[in-house]
């Protein structure tokens, strides 16, 4: 919300609601949540959720299963006692252990196939190599690595000791690499000397070198090779991990056992403004969600072959290439480099090579792959059963592209509302029981509670369609325990806008997303963009996410955002940002229909003030997009940082674009 909102104007949803899409009955039949029941079962606050505990292997069990008594310090499966890397490797070897775990594919035709018993033998080796050089548990270890097998061996190795993982995604500076080293006060970093985009090896060291001197830790650094061969530009300083790795070859170590409250790692969430937060999440809530909601939504067996295509470096990849699949001892695929790269079939290439059963992506992925039409995917012969969409709201027709061309109107989608703070899915179908519905997440998962307030915090009538702040009103297992090193910014950040700070009574604290929402009549939550990207629009407050689905109604738009730009007379309106279509021109046809379907969707006072066509949107090296550059565009003012994007000269091309300087 910009500056100019005026905060006594509601929050508005005004995009017409879905048709419902059944899911089809053979993958009903099939799925592992058909029982209706699982509502209620987990919902029954707090023992609901030890059927999620029992997933895992525990080496004591727990005493209580939740301990509230020190709101917003919320303690779960308190007394239990676990190894997240014995759950995810040594547990399924009896069973599978000629099965792979991982499917690696790389970007120069390298292929690997990881079993368990050569996960189980690498995490081994690995684990004691950090051992060997004084890593002892409660230390944090920061992994600087990308899409290699080194990432999950390093994560799974930490745990293995008991030592929390901080895994900083390749992609970003070396100052952000720097800020989080500090910030954890870790005195071990794990980096590689390059990998590959786009068929490019990239010099990986050398961004590693500057976040390490920039640092005020001086810490150790293990560095992999992306190669067999010795890189020159690698400082004497570093120990290479291989070197370490031969002196500890088939060595084994004890999975140590950890507290159910210890931590497992901390994820830094990148933010606009301040220093980035440690997301410090737990040891046995937090896999015991994870692994839940693999299966439960996400429909995991272990038979299974998956896919996530999302980093490693992310909380998706955390929750959802690692931890919870392997914990579930299925066979999780790993790829190293883009979507395009050598060509644009390259996904649905690697999906028919490996048989893949489920698909798991963005929807920015998805309108790419809408931008660059439905002829790639058919050329492949892949069959998803079940589809998933996490990292922003998608939009209907984004949906209703995916659910034709890539599922073939055979496959089941579930949209996923989560965040870095909560660990998994809170906001989505179980897939077999309820329908799917274009441009909402779904119904709220089972045991999660919840609810719309208005910005005095005052609860909106459930069902009512009205639009509201996003709030969850009952803790549930892989919430962040705090911010790590800062427990005021914790609760300053997540509870102090909509909870009684001065109660002793869990119930009187409530989440705070950040998001806003609406939740129509049939119980089916929308969720309408970050509370940061609303816009005012002559007394009409409005979420990004309403705007552009309405603009992304017209078939020749491939992507849009939209961003605020100040008006005497509005307050706000609206700047359109497109990327067309492959082989669609721009033209003020075009233009008019992009108008036409913001006035026909949302109403003739948010007509846009300028559609401008672009050849690509600034994005996150996640995929969001970034409409505060955008805003800085319409509004004449200087860009802000640029460092985390994934291509950075995107926002200055759009702003010679727009200025004409």
């Known amino acids: 919300m910009s500056e100019s909102d005026d905060t006594d104007v509601q929050l508005e949803a005004r995009l017409r609601e879905q048709d419902y899409f059944r899911p089809p009955s053979k993958f009903v039949g099939q799925a592992n949540a058909t029982d209706p029941a699982i509502h209620d079962e987990v919902g029954e606050f707090p023992e609901g959720f030890d059927r999620y505990a029992e997933l895992l292997d525990w080496d004591e069990r727990w005493d209580e299963t939740f301990d509230g008594s020190n709101p917003p310090f919320f303690e779960w499966f308190v007394g239990g006692k676990l190894n997240a890397s014995y759950n995810c490797v040594d547990r399924h070897l009896d069973e599978r252990k000629n099965q792979t775990a991982l499917l ?17 033998v690498r995490v081994n080796e690995m684990a004691a ?19 290699v097998p080194a990432l999950p061996v390093t994560m799974l190795a930490c745990a293995r000791i008991g030592a929390p993982h901080s895994v ?73 991990v291989d070197d370490l790795l031969a002196e500890h070859e088939r060595e084994r170590v004890e999975p140590v056992s950890r507290d159910a409250e210890d931590p497992l790692f901390l994820m830094y969430t990148s933010g606009t403004t ?41 909380i998706t990849g955390h929750s959802y290439i690692v931890y919870g699949p ?10 190293e480099d883009t979507p395009d790269y050598p060509h644009k079939g390259r996904i649905w290439e690697i999906a028919e090579r490996y048989d893949v059963d489920i698909f798991h992506t963005s929807p920015t992925a998805v309108r790419m792959f809408m931008k660059w039409g439905e002829e790639y995917p058919e050329e492949y012969d892949f069959d998803f059963r079940h589809m998933t969409t996490v990292g922003e709201p998608i939009q209907p027709e984004a949906w209703l592209w995916y659910y034709k061309h890539i599922g073939d109107e055979d496959a089941v989608i579930v949209d996923t509302w989560w965040q870095t703070e909560t660990g998994g899915h809170l906001i989505t179908n179980l897939p077999a029981l309820e329908d799917m519905k274009p441009g909402s997440a779904g119904k709220a998962c089972p045991g999660i509670e919840p609810a719309l307030v208005d910005d005095s915090g005052d609860k909106l009538p459930e069902a009512s369609g009205q639009a509201g702040n996003l709030i969850i009103e009952k803790p549930w297992p892989s919430m962040l325990q705090t911010v790590y090193g800062n427990d005021e910014r914790f609760i300053d950040t997540y509870w ?35 509370l940061d990207d609303v816009m005012n629009v002559a007394g009409h407050r409005l979420g990004t996410m309403e705007l552009e689905s309405a603009v992304s109604e017209v078939e020749k738009v491939a992507e849009a955002a939209v961003a605020a730009r100040e008006d005497a007379e509005k307050g706000e309106v609206p700047d359109v940002y497109v990327v067309l ?81």
């Open 496 to 530: 102090a806008d909509f909870s009684d700070t001065d109660s002793d009574d869990w119930r009187d604290w409530n989440y705070k997303a950040g998001d806003g929402a609406v939740q129509a009549q049939d119980g089916y939550w929308r969720v309408l963009g970050r």
């Open 274 to 314: 301040g220093k980035p937060k440690g997301c410090q999440h737990r040891t046995g809530g937090y896999l015991a969600y994870a692994a839940a909601t693999s299966k439960n939504v996400l429909d995991i067996k272990p038979e299974d072959t998956y896919w996530c295509a999302a980093d490693i470096g992310w």
């Open 104 to 120: 690696w594919e790389g970007s120069d035709g390298e292929q690997e196939n990881i079993t368990y018993q050569d996960l189980y």
């Open 129 to 147: 190599a950090l051992r060997s050089i004084g890593v002892e548990e409660d230390d944090v270890v920061t992994v600087h690595l990308p899409m």
């Open 581 to 661: 279509r492959e082989g669609i021109e721009e033209s003020d046809e075009v233009k008019a229909e992009i108008i036409a379907a913001v006035e026909e969707e949302i109403g003739k006072f948010a007509r846009p003030a300028n559609v401008v066509f672009v050849d690509d949107l600034p994005k996150t090296r996640s995929g969001k997009i970034m409409r505060r550059l955008l805003e800085n565009i319409s509004n004449g003012d200087e860009l802000g940082n640029t460092t985390t994007l994934r291509d950075p000269s995107v926002p200055e091309r759009i702003r010679e674009q727009v200025h004409g300087d």
């Open 326 to 335: 392997l914990a579930l001892g299925t066979t999780s695929v790993m790829y």
């Open 168 to 240: 900083v995604f390749a992609g970003f500076s070396a100052q952000a690499l720097a800020e989080r080293v500090d910030s954890a006060d870790s005195d071990y970093v794990v980096t590689i000397d390059g990998y590959y985009r786009r068929g490019e090896f990239l010099d990986h060291i050398e961004k590693a070198d500057e976040g390490v001197e920039s640092a005020d830790n001086d810490p150790e650094v293990l560095v992999h090779y992306r190669h067999d061969e010795p890189n020159a530009d690698v400082s004497d300083d570093y120990t290479p």
